[in-house]
């Protein structure tokens, strides 16, 4: 039987094709897993260093709380930008438009829907990271 015809049957015993998506990070799911598989093939003759091994779960720590850092500052990051955000309205603004050029207006709302807040200027919404200036409304009259 050709190699082609049983691939093509052993497909058929599964009613759905199944696909794996990779994983483009490490976590601590992989590093449990790599730890587990060593432990699994050592040689019995000669097992893994106890110390190797708290020396690998001490890094498994590690990571976990460095993932945790990493997520806590994003979210901190995130607060910050929706606080700048909400300060503008009511303000004066200058932005960079998508030709380069500069404008501006006065802020009245902002959006939190997107990952970037969005700033309503003269009924245009804005991306913060446009913003270039800052003045008080009633300061530039």
């Known amino acids: 039987m050709p190699v082609d015809a049983v691939a093509a049957g052993a497909a058929g015993l599964y009613s759905g094709a199944t696909t794996r998506t990779?994983?483009?990070?490490?976590?601590?799911?992989?590093f449990m897993n790599l730890l587990v598989t060593q432990l699994q093939n050592q040689d019995p003759s000669s097992p893994m260093?106890?110390?190797q091994m708290i020396a690998q779960t001490t890094q498994l720590a590690m990571m976990?709380?460095?993932t945790e850092m990493a997520t806590a500052s994003?979210?901190?990051?995130?607060?910050?930008m929706r606080s700048s955000a909400a300060a503008l309205v009511g303000q004066t603004v200058t932005y960079t438009m998508d030709d380069g050029t500069e404008a501006t207006g006065i802020a009245s709302s902002v959006s939190f829907k997107d990952?970037?807040?969005?700033?309503?200027?003269?009924?245009?919404?804005i991306v913060l990271d446009a913003?270039?200036?800052v003045t008080t409304a009633a300061s530039s009259s």
């Open 22 to 30: 990779p994983s483009q990070s490490m976590d601590s799911e992989v």
């Open 131 to 133: 913003v270039s200036g």
């Open 49 to 51: 260093d106890t110390n």
């Open 115 to 125: 990952a970037v807040p969005q700033v309503t200027i003269g009924g245009k919404s």
């Open 74 to 80: 994003q979210e901190s990051f995130s607060l910050q």
């Open 64 to 66: 976990e709380k460095i």
